[in-house]
Nanobody, 126 residues
Framework: QVRVLQSEGGLVQAGGSLRLSCTASGRTVTMLDMGWFRQVPGKEREFVGAIRWNGGKIEYADSVKGRFTISRDIVQNTVYLQMNNLLSEDAAAYYC???????????????????WGQGTQVTVSS
């Protein structure tokens, strides 16, 4: 059983930065594809980015490329989402997800992930 625990989000001004963390238990992050998603009320959960279990591939949604960075700390068994130059449209509930099945390609869709964090709210003020 894999558990995924997310850090708290927060309120940040537009143009500011925030880092979210996601700690896995039950398996090491070196065995897990880890993804970040976000969702606003009334819309589907949206892919933000993901990192392959071996760290060999990282993908981002076009909307966050150049502003968001995914990294991981193997010792802490934690994956991070560094969000810079935040825009009002980045405000959402952010979710971390994990999957151990090692699909052929890096998962980018919610239904490709088996384990989910509790979600955390990111609010961007203008």
């Amino acid at each position: 059983q894999v558990r995924v625990l997310q850090s708290e989000g927060g309120l940040v001004q537009a143009g500011g930065s925030l880092r979210l963390s996601c700690t896995a238990s039950g398996r090491t992050v070196t065995m897990l594809d880890m993804g970040w998603f976000r969702q606003v009320p009334g819309k589907e959960r949206e892919f933000v980015g993901a990192i392959r279990w071996n760290g060999g591939k990282i993908e981002y949604a076009d909307s966050v490329k150049g502003r968001f960075t995914i990294s991981r700390d193997i010792v802490q068994n934690t994956v991070y989402l560094q969000m810079n130059n935040l825009l009002s449209e980045d405000a959402a509930a952010y979710y971390c997800a994990a999957d151990w099945r090692r699909s052929v390609v890096l998962p980018t869709k919610p239904d490709q992930y088996e384990y989910w964090g509790q979600g955390t709210q990111v609010t961007v003020s203008s």
